[in-house]
């Protein structure tokens, strides 16, 4: 009879220890603040760079800056008037030349040593802002834009010449571009 009480009660035992486990409380909370220091110091930034754009744009009342609304503003260096030639669209080829500059005029890099590229428009990466100032251009117009560092290479750079935060100017000149046959 004891035989049969001990083993009741070890299978009572066994029945009640078998629970789901209970999860954890975190030890530390986090309260966000980093997050918040990093918008906050990715707006001054941000504000920074858009005022020295704005002062190159005041100071230079002979181009035609247009804001893209996109986060950066150009203006054209050769337009195009004629009506049938139109943007690029998704998947059409793009074959242009750019350089690379500082708001300064500094020269990063030079279309020579970037050389010609062909593009296939949203299809593969380029930085975000090149990529929208293209959508913007027809076969044979140059325009210069000026990107806030959020548009070009961000936070990295581009790991050889490009810092970190670095706002660049693009002189860009489509060649050609081939629509998409789909």
Do not use: H
């Amino acid at each position: 009879m004891k035989l049969n009480l001990y083993i009741f009660i070890f299978f009572g035992l066994l029945i009640t220890a078998c629970k789901s486990p209970e999860a954890r409380k975190p030890i530390t909370v986090s309260s966000g603040s980093f997050i918040d220091q990093s918008v906050a110091r990715n707006k001054a930034l941000n504000q920074k760079e858009i005022e020295k754009i704005e002062t190159i744009i005041a100071n230079q009342p002979d181009k035609e800056f247009k804001n893209s609304g996109n986060g950066f503003w150009y203006y054209y260096n050769t337009k195009v008037e004629n009506d049938s030639l139109q943007t690029p669209g998704f998947g059409d080829i793009i074959n242009f030349n750019y350089n690379v500059k500082t708001l300064d005029s500094d020269v990063i890099y030079t279309k020579e040593e970037i050389k010609t590229q062909n593009y296939a428009m949203d299809q593969e990466e380029i930085f975000t802002g090149l990529r929208e100032g293209l959508k913007l251009l027809k076969e044979g117009e140059t325009a210069t834009f000026l990107f806030p560092s959020q548009k070009a290479y961000g936070y990295y750079g581009d790991e050889r010449k490009i810092g970190i935060n670095t706002p660049i100017m693009c002189q860009v000149t489509v060649n050609k571009i081939t629509k998409n046959q789909d």
